[in-house]
């Protein structure tokens, strides 16, 4: 599977940034779809991650809320709507697939494909 991030950008904090990932190659819906981000000098953390199927969807408490991952796997596709940005969000934001037949998976290594990432940045 390859991964297209895109969509990043700068925007005011309270602002709102979608950002998608294009997948091609394998059967995309059978790969659970999750987002990481890497802010400067930091580890690379879950953000969130939806089943297969779209039906089922898990956050990390910090973007609870604020939000939205979505997938719509004719077009082999994966969205972050992402509302209510804070300074802090500002990160490089990776999108990943995982094959792993069990929801939901949580950690960056039991990933097996990975996005090039997209920037995003919050200003306060």
């Known amino acids: 599977v390859q991964l297209q991030a895109s969509g990043g950008g700068l925007v005011q904090a309270g602002g709102s940034l979608r950002i998608s990932c294009a997948a091609s190659?394998?059967?995309?819906?059978?790969?659970?779809m999750g987002w990481f981000r890497q802010a400067p000098g930091k580890e690379r953390e879950f953000v969130a991650v939806?089943?297969?199927?779209?039906?089922?969807?898990y956050y990390a408490d910090s973007v609870k809320g604020r939000f939205t991952i979505s997938r719509d796997n004719a077009k082999n596709t994966v969205s972050l709507q992402m509302n209510s940005l804070k300074p802090e969000d500002t990160a490089v934001y990776y999108c990943?697939?995982?094959?792993?037949?069990?929801?939901?998976?949580?950690?960056?290594?039991?990933?097996?494909?990975w996005g090039q990432g997209t920037q995003v940045t919050v200003s306060s």
């Open positions: 990943a697939a995982s094959r792993a037949s069990l929801p939901f998976v949580l950690q960056a290594t039991k990933y097996d494909y």
């Open positions: 190659g394998r059967t995309f819906s059978g790969y659970q």
């Open positions: 939806i089943w297969w199927s779209g039906g089922s969807t």
